[in-house]
Structures are given as C-alpha cells and as structure tokens.
C-alpha cells in the first residue's frame, strides 16, 4: 500500500527559483492538505482541498499555489523561493473525522 | 485563531507513565488527536477522540479529555524505548474535518 507519496524528499533551492513538490494518494480521499514543519512552531497549513477542482488557503498561504485536477494528486508550487520558507513539508490526505494520512515529507533548503 | 499548546519537552525511565498535556481554545472542537513522529519520518496517527467522550483507552495508551477545561492527554503505560518521539496533539472542529490545528508537539524522551 503506497499510501500518500511525496517527491522529492530533499531539495535545495536558490533564492527566486520555483518548483513543485508532487503529493499523490491512492486511498480514493477527498481532502488533502499541505502543512510546513518549523522548529518549535508544530505543523502550519498552507493549502487543503475537499475534493478535485476545489482549494481553499490555509494559515500560511503566501507564496505558495495549489491545483487539484484529480483525486489524486495534488501539488505545491514555490512561485519564487524565498530563505523563510526552508521547512520540512507534508502532504496528508484523509477521508472523515480528520484521521490524516502523512507523507514522508520533503525537507526543502532555499539558499 | 484556534490554538493548541503544548510542553516541548518530557522524560520518563523506561517502564513509568508517561503523560504528555496539551490545551486547545477551540470550544466547537469535534475530533481531538494525538499523533506520533518518530526522527524523518511523518506523522502517524495513535488515537483520537470525538469531543463528547472523556476517555479512550487503547492498549497502553489512554486518552482524558476534559471538555470544560479544553485539556487533552495521552497517557502511555509501561513507556519503552521505541515510544522515544514527538507526539502532536491536534483539533479539528469548527473550520471542518480538513481543518486540522497542530500543537507545537512535545519530545518524549525514555531513558533506559
């Protein structure tokens, strides 16, 4: 069972550059999230959807965008990497009562 | 905001309870959780409570939810080396299931 699949698991980026961190589930959920790890500050949510075609911001939106064209799948993008957002990602899925499935995360440096 | 709060760090002998505490302000909380984390992995869910429960009980782990006073625990019997972790406790409630709101998480150390 794959789960939720994160790539990659490390990146290192420079400043301005943009990527997209991959999120897939293969457990048919509906809602999904991406949440960032910092030292002391526990997990922050940038981005969730409740179902394809759907998203909404979460408490630390700025500089991040989300699609979901799929159940599946749903990826981050980093529109012009900044220091301040170094950080371990997470992708979860879940299907009700908030029982969130993790990914392995991926640890981002922007240098 | 809804806030959940946390002590950052515990340490226990091998074999003692643990009891790791965590506060949350959001009164229309529906699901409260504790989640695990062991060094470069994600979180794993151990257990969860709906909001009009005052105790879960799951093998060695046992849940007190003290609704009044919006105190969550989780108690861990007979603690081991393997339950050495970050354990986040979490609520979701009135921003809906997806909504979920992260303590800053509580490091358990067991000292053999």
């Known amino acids: 069972n794959a789960g939720v699949t994160q790539t990659p698991k490390f990146q290192v980026l420079k400043t301005g550059q943009s990527m997209t961190l991959q999120c897939a589930q293969d457990?048919?959920?509906?809602?999904m999230s991406w949440y960032r790890q910092d030292p002391g500050m526990g997990l922050r949510l940038i981005h969730y959807?409740?179902?394809?075609?759907?998203?909404d911001q979460g408490e630390v939106p700025n500089g991040y965008n989300v699609s979901r064209s799929t159940t599946e799948d749903f990826p981050l993008r980093l529109l012009s990497a900044a220091p301040s957002q170094t950080s371990v990602y997470f992708c979860a899925s879940s299907y009700s009562k908030g029982q969130a499935f993790f990914g392995q995360g991926t640890r981002l440096t922007v240098v | 905001g809804e806030d959940v709060e946390q002590s950052l760090f515990l340490s226990v002998r091998e074999g003692d309870s643990s009891v790791i505490n965590c506060t949350y302000t959001?009164?229309?909380?529906?699901?409260l959780y504790w989640y695990k984390q062991e060094p470069g992995a994600g979180l794993q869910l151990l257990t969860y409570i709906f909001s009009n429960m005052d105790m879960k009980q799951d093998q060695r782990l046992t849940v007190l939810l003290n609704k009044k006073d919006k105190h969550l625990s989780l108690r861990i019997a007979d603690t081991q080396t393997g339950d050495s972790a970050i354990y986040f406790c979490a609520e979701s409630g009135s921003g809906g299931y997806q909504k979920v709101t992260f303590g800053t998480g509580t490091k358990l150390q067991v000292i053999p």
């Open positions: 457990m048919n959920h509906e809602y």
């Open positions: 959001d009164s229309s909380s529906t699901y």
């Open positions: 959807s409740v179902g394809a075609g759907i998203t």
